[in-house]
């Protein structure tokens, strides 16, 4: 019989964690109530960051923090070519201009000085993403974001339990945004959420996540007023009463999810633990392989492991990625490709006139890339198996 296929990366869900969601399905609250409030505060407690807010995905997330610190049409933001679409498109919904800066050619992440470069008078955002799980240079990029007054958002979807300089990721930049999606470090099926020290942003991405409305009593009349009839002129509003103060959207998370998450964190070390050890195995066995680049690890910062991704010396193979990445396909072991450099998807092209060769880094990168299953869930026995396998097919 032929063995299970073993996925890039899988959801690890216990019977108290369906215990969790069958207790929120018999509670009050089935979408926001309280239990998205007591996961927020739990994330936020865990990451020393003092506000959380929990939305709908971690795109919602980003999308919140670009329109928090003001992105409109016209603004540029700069992100990096590799990553998840979402790190872009949250800047093409407010009517930006996406710009990309090339990646380091060891950690894959954002290259300060090619940050630096990229960077216009109409820059109003960096978005920097952890790659794989590895917070980037944050004090280069802070210290060229300061210089300039431009704020910086750490997708941070890769990175939940990661440190830089002994700082959690999640607390590293104005904003950073999390994801909660199934394969992402703790799996509520779909959620993000945003994470800022900053009163204001933060007020302004809860009002955001619903509808740009409010019922705050310190909030209301401050955009200008509003109702004519007997809701205005009393001491205290009326019960029903609530304005909506600017156009935001639906973003809200349940307490279902909540629930889920709530249930997730509390294993977030016992998840991480096992990432690094399985990271570990693979970089001895991989680190002296003829065909293989391990990930890089700066000294100074450590890994949440979201992806193990080997870099292929093609080089010095008989094959071509993609037929490594098909025969081990074929042997049940499920790597994928993180990621197409998203200056070159047909949208960015078309928007903005990218073309091959725009980030010849970046390029690089990806056309050697393979990302190896990883995920807690893995026996020692699946780690083996893939070990064996991707050491017998790719040459
Ligand atoms: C997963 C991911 C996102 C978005 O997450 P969703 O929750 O799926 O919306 C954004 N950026 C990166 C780098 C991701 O990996």
Known sequence: MADQPIPYARQ????????????????????????????????????????????????????????????GPGDEIVTTPITFAASGNAGLYLGATVRFADIRPDTYCLDPAKLAAAITPKTKAIVTVDFTGQPCDMDEINRIADARGIPVIVDAAHSLGATYKGRAAGSLGRISALSFHAVKHIALGEGGMTLTDDDGLAARMRLFRTHGITRDAARLGSAGVVEPADAVGAAEPPAWYYEMQELGFNYRITDIQSALGLSQIKKLDRFLARRRAIAAHY???????????????????????????????????????????????????????????????PYYRQAFGYKRGDFPVAEAFYAGALTIPLFPGMSDADVERVIATVQKTVR
């Open 283 to 345: 970089d001895e066995a991989f680190g002296n392989s003829p065909h293989i680049v391990v990930p890089h690890q700066e000294t100074d910062r450590t890994n949440a492991w979201h992806l193990y991704v080997l870099k292929l010396r093609l080089h010095a193979m008989k094959k071509s990625r993609r037929q490594a990445f098909d025969e081990l396909r074929a042997q049940g072991i499920e790597v994928n490709v993180h990621y197409i450099p998203l200056h070159l998807q």
């Open 12 to 71: 690890s869900i216990d019977d108290d964690d369906v215990a969790a969601v069958a207790q929120a399905l018999r509670g009050d609250w089935l979408t926001q109530g309280p239990t998205v409030a007591a996961f927020e505060t739990a994330v936020a407690a865990r990451l020393g960051v003092k506000h959380a807010v929990a939305v709908a995905t971690g795109t919602a997330a980003l999308h919140c923090a670009c329109e928090a610190v003001g992105i």
